[in-house]
């Protein structure tokens, strides 16, 4: 008797699409740009399931900075497993949480002292901003309930760190249940003046910035800021000199600077926090993505001793930080922090990645007189191509156009991960990315961009 045939299994990618609901994501998309389906990955490459490759050229969202599946770091959590999965942070501790907070403050800008653990680099900002106004209402100043932040910013896509965003494409819905920020022109570089240089756009800024804090100090709590790079607005960059002069105006007018580092952190400007490059400690630095080399979720608030004195009283003064998450501190994400800050520490990573984003510019170069690029742009290992429709005046593209899909799609055809912002085309590879994988990311965006402007 014949046995039945068994049905063939459906693709991983159609039992995606009748049960998973991606983020940021238009699910429709997906009848005519393929899901891809991941089974592993090593490195900086991605394996599919059908068994072809991709290069991971923006690190899956900024996160993997050493790449998937550092040896490092998977022994670590596989020795973390045998020991402690998680317990919660109220109470009770335990040693990859303690470990790793005296190694953040050890390499942080000088002069933060205290960790506070959330999940995700949203949490973080929430918090953030939590501390900053509850620190002020500590202090007998209740009336500083406002936050300033940078036109073009973006700090995540909860309630409140939408609230100090500014990206019309993630705040139009929502507005009706966001705060309102004040709003300082950024110093981004693109936007100058025509013979303007970053430094001189940091300086108008700045004075914008002072005349700002003159009117509204007495109500405001903090100032946001993404250090040297605003990412998710199209990798638009500022001069260093920005953040220095912000951290004097702050000082000044006596309110908190709340430095972004989420996707900036951990090497991706040159240095181990873009904070360094203008010799600032801010009040509070908010950290995630890269913390954990991309394994696990977890991030940090960073503050000074200062502001953690304004919380330290007896329980019945009603000073205590209401902020908690059930995963708070979680030992298997800090065990993979600890082991990512120990690459750091132990290998030359920030040496080898000045030389990587050296050989990426040199590579970009060529892209700097095409008629269709306003703008390439770099700041370590970040680079962007800014796409238009005429460079002279800068006419962008519609955003209905997709220019920057088609640059995608090409992408996937030749095997790279491109995953631009609206029409900028932009690069955040792993850190162990070679040469050789550098000239492919380049060589097939430049391809992808001919393509998708003809």
């Known amino acids: ?40 990955a090593e490195g900086a490459w991605l394996h599919a399931e059908d068994g072809s490759r991709y290069l991971d050229a923006v690190s899956s969202w900024w996160t993997n900075v050493f790449g998937h599946r550092h040896p490092r770091i998977v022994a670590g959590l596989k020795d973390q497993l045998d020991k402690l999965d998680h317990i919660m942070l109220a109470g009770m501790t335990h040693e ?3 470990a790793l907070a005296e190694e953040l403050v050890r390499v942080a800008p000088p002069g933060l002292s205290r960790v506070f653990y959330a999940d995700n680099g949203s949490s973080a900002v929430e918090a953030a901003l939590k501390m ?36 019309e494409l ?46 509204h100090s007495r109500s405001v709590a903090a100032v946001i800021i993404e250090p040297l790079v605003q990412c998710a607005t199209g990798m638009r960059m500022h001069a260093a000199s920005y953040v220095a002069g912000l951290r004097a ?8 600077l709340i430095a972004d580092e989420i996707a900036v952190g951990f090497g991706r400007t040159g240095t181990l926090f873009a904070c360094e490059q203008a010799s600032v400690t801010p009040d509070f630095m908010c950290l995630s993505k890269g913390l954990t080399g991309g394994t696990l979720p977890l991030s940090a608030v960073l503050a000074s001793e200062r502001v953690h004195a304004a919380f330290y009283a007896d329980y019945s003064e009603g000073k205590a930080f209401l902020h908690s998450h059930s995963y708070t501190g979680n030992a298997l994400a800090c065990r993979a922090a600890l082991e990512t800050l ?82 900028v085309v932009y690069f955040m590879p792993p850190y162990c990315v070679t040469v050789e994988d550098i000239d492919l990311m380049v060589e097939v965006a430049i ?8």
């Open 1 to 40: 008797m014949l046995k039945p045939t068994p049905l063939a299994k459906p693709s991983l990618s159609a039992r995606d699409l009748a049960v998973v609901w991606h983020p940021c994501t238009q699910m429709r998309d997906h009848e005519f740009v393929p899901m891809l389906a991941i089974e592993r």
């Open 96 to 98: 990859p949480a303690v």
């Open 132 to 167: 900053s106004f509850h620190y002020w209402r500590n202090e007998g100043r209740p009336e500083r309930t406002r936050f300033v932040s940078l036109s073009g910013g973006y700090h995540g896509e909860t309630i409140g760190a939408l609230s100090v965003t500014d990206v």
């Open 170 to 215: 993630y705040r139009s819905t929502y507005a009706p249940l966001l705060l309102e920020p004040i709003l300082a022109p950024s110093p981004d570089a693109y936007l100058g003046e025509v013979g303007e240089s970053a430094e001189e756009c940091a300086i108008r800024a700045l004075e914008s910035m002072r005349a700002l804090l003159q009117r």
């Open 249 to 256: 105006l702050c000082d000044e007018f006596d309110v908190h």
């Open 342 to 423: 120990g690459i750091f520490r132990d290998e030359p990573v920030l040496e080898r990645n000045r030389m990587l984003a050296s050989h990426l510019r040199k590579r970009l170069a060529s892209l700097v007189d095409h008629p269709n690029v306003a703008d390439v742009r770099q700041t370590g290992l970040i680079a962007a191509v800014e796409l238009v429709r005429d460079k002279p005046t800068r006419t962008a593209f519609a955003a209905t156009e997709r220019r920057g899909l088609r640059v995608y799609l090409h992408g996937l055809g030749r095997g790279v991960i491109l995953r631009p912002l609206g029409n």
């Open 447 to 454: 391809d992808g961009i001919e393509r998708a402007v003809a």
